[in-house]
Every structure is written in C-alpha cells, then in structure tokens.
C-alpha cells in the first residue's frame, strides 16, 4: 500500500493520528497554541466514518474528567490542551493515575507562568515528569521533535497507556504544534469492538455480568495500610517501566568530548549547533531524551565518564537540567542555556554558551 504523506501542522497530526489510530473519543477545549487539534477533528468529522466521540467540553476540567469516565469503561480516549489548560486538569489527571487507568495527553505548551504568552515553551517540564497533581504517581511522558513524531506518538502513547494502565502525555511546544512538515499518516486501525475491549480490559466498567464480582473503578482507599499497598504497587509498576521503556536518540556522539542534552524543538536547534561546532573543531554530540520520563539516567551517567561537560539546553528557566545533574552526581560539569518568555534561541547562542559555561578554562 503507497504511503500516506501529507503536509500539515503538528495539531493536524495529533488529530489525524488519532481517528487513525482507533480513538473512541476525543474531549477538549480550545486554547493557543494547540487549539488546531480539536479545529481538525471538529472538521474531519470522525464520528460519521469511525464513530469516534469528539467533543468540546465546557471547560478544561470537565475535559479530564470526562477521558476519566471514558478511560474506565476501558475506551480509548484523550485529551489535549496547552499549559494553563493543563494546570486545571492536574486534579484528574491524578484521579486517573490513582485509578490506574489508560488514556492519552496532549499538552503544546505556552510560556508562563499564568496566562504567559502564546508563544513556546519547555517549562512544564516540572508539571508532567514530577507529577503536576498531588500524590506520588508517574505519567509516562514522550517529546516529540517533529511532526512525523507527533503522529506516531499518539500510537506510542496509547499502546504503553493501555500496556501498564497509566495515563500518558505527549508534552510538545508551540513550535511542533505550529510547525508544518510532511507526515507519514500511519494507516487505519479499526476500533475495538465492545467484546475486545471487555477481552483486552477485563477491568472495566462495562456492566456486571453474573459471575464475577463489580469492578469498581476509583482512586479513593481509606484504609491507610491498603492505601499503601496500592502506592507500594503503583511504585513497583513506575519501576518497571524505568526498566523496560527509556527512549532516546544520538547524535554525533561517538567521539564527543562535550554533549548536548536536549527535547523536542530544542534539540532541532542543538543538532546545527553540533554541525557548527564541529566545523570549528570541537567534538560536540547530541542526547535527546524521547521519553522524558522515563528519563535517560544510564545512558547519561555512561556519557559522564566519556566527556568533559554538559549542557542542557531548554526554553525555560533551568528544569530538565536538574535531572541531569542528579544522575552525573558531580562527576562532570553540567550547565544549563535557555531563552524564556517565547523567545527562541539561535544555534549560535548555543554555541557561545557552550563555549562560555563548559568550554572555557
């Protein structure tokens, strides 16, 4: 079968990707700059080809908790939104994890804090891999750093969501969102019918039939010694996928002395700052962390023995660079760039920091 390629904005991708991929349904709400995603699928009209439930909510916290009411019947679903938007569904999104159950994010993220700026940004960094909601829980987390990403990964997202029964976000920025690249459409995938989902999910709230007791879908225990078991599983369930799912890419690192650490559009800079570098003759490679969590801790910490520094480059303050720091435990130096409020920065920029902050003597 001839492939599938269209030219269109990251937004677009997440949208047809996900009536592609067999999403039940789809609940959001418009807000710059990801407002695209719920416009095409508004537009491409899924539910009179696939079925497929496309709604906008009355707010972005009746959105959540309607992907929790969906995600417990064992569906398909998903939402997405950009940083404030995000902010308001943390609660569900911690309802969600509590109940372990599968369901797909979106965040394109805007600078802030508070309203900010509709242009990109990194710097919910912190909100998605520490746990924006309260409690101690995990959200599987994936960087796209080009629109054929943002396609693939709502197929990546839901397939380790539904694999461990935990919510996944796929955290891009504006640029992704906005930028337009030719995309490899993934082809289409059928809809589970009820008895696949009751097959594949024997957990969810489709109706007790006789013979097996109610499953109750919740987050809420109030007896603490079961309370804790369920985090004590909930910690063992974040280990293993520690363990099992780390993604991430290289770039010209083989013989690096010094090494970029970055996501998502951040780390298209970083690769022509690689090129420069290199032209002027230093040995400068790339780590781009895929899966944001879970993070690169050992192929990072294998890096801290082989070059002389890092510098993490991110639009935002300094986040992921802890990250960083914590795993090299003080072995090397690491650094980090970044430009805020919208602002991009230039390869060159980069390159003087790096020159400037790890380089210099």
């Known amino acids: 079968?001839?492939?599938?390629?269209?030219?269109?904005?990251?937004?677009?991708?997440?949208?047809?990707?996900?009536i592609r991929y067999g999403v039940d349904g789809y609940f959001g709400y418009p807000i710059t700059p990801q407002s695209e995603i719920l416009e095409t699928l508004m537009a491409e009209m899924p539910w009179e080809t696939t079925g497929m439930v496309v709604l906008q909510a009355e707010s972005e916290v009746a959105a959540i908790n309607m992907v929790y009411g969906g995600a417990g019947t064992g569906k398909r679903v998903m939402t997405s939104s950009s940083s404030p938007g995000i902010s308001l569904k943390q609660e569900g999104i911690?309802?969600?994890?509590?109940?372990?159950?599968?369901?797909?994010?979106v965040n394109v993220m805007?600078?802030?804090?508070?309203?900010?700026?509709?242009?990109?940004?990194q710097a919910d960094y912190f909100q998605t891999v520490k746990g924006g909601g309260h409690g101690d829980y995990?959200?599987?987390?994936?960087?796209?750093?080009?629109?054929?990403?943002?396609?693939?990964?709502?197929?990546l997202g839901l397939e380790l969501a539904f694999k461990y029964n935990n919510p996944a976000i796929i955290l891009a920025d504006g640029i992704i969102g906005q930028m337009m690249e030719k995309v490899v459409l993934p082809p289409f995938h059928t809809r589970r019918t009820e008895e696949e989902i009751i097959a594949e999910c024997p957990w969810a709230a489709q109706g007790k039939t006789a013979g097996r007791k109610p499953n109750v879908i919740t987050s809420l225990e109030l007896d603490p010694a079961t309370m804790e078991e369920n985090n004590i599983r909930f910690q063992a369930k974040y280990r293993k996928i520690e363990e099992n799912e780390v993604r991430y890419e290289e770039f010209q690192c083989e013989?690096?002395?010094?090494?970029?650490?970055?996501?998502?559009?951040s780390a298209r800079i970083c690769q022509k700052v690689v090129e420069n570098a290199r032209a002027e003759g230093i040995k400068l490679g790339l780590l781009r962390p895929i899966t944001l969590w879970p993070f690169p801790k050992e192929?990072?910490?294998?890096?801290?023995?082989k070059v002389k520094g890092m510098l993490s480059v991110e639009l935002n303050a300094g986040q992921m660079v802890e990250d960083v720091r914590l795993t090299v435990n003080g072995k090397i130096k690491v650094e980090h760039f970044g430009r805020l409020g919208g602002i991009v920065f230039t390869p060159d920029e980069v390159l003087n920091?790096?020159?400037?902050?790890i380089i210099k003597k």
């Not at 030219?7 to 047809?16: D, F, P, T, V």
């Not at 599987?140 to 750093?145: E, Q, R, V």
């Not at 920091?353 to 902050?357: D, F, I, P, Q, Y």
């Open 1 to 18: 079968m001839a492939e599938d390629v269209k030219l269109m904005k990251g937004n677009e991708a997440i949208a047809h990707a996900a």
């Open 255 to 265: 013989d690096a002395e010094y090494l970029l650490i970055a996501f998502g559009s």
């Open 94 to 105: 911690s309802y969600l994890a509590g109940a372990e159950l599968p369901c797909l994010i």
């Open 138 to 155: 995990r959200l599987i987390t994936l960087a796209p750093s080009s629109v054929q990403e943002m396609a693939d990964f709502v197929g």
């Open 353 to 357: 920091a790096l020159k400037e902050l």
């Open 110 to 121: 805007r600078g802030g804090p508070g309203l900010g700026t509709i242009q990109p940004s």
């Open 299 to 305: 192929v990072i910490k294998a890096y801290a023995d």
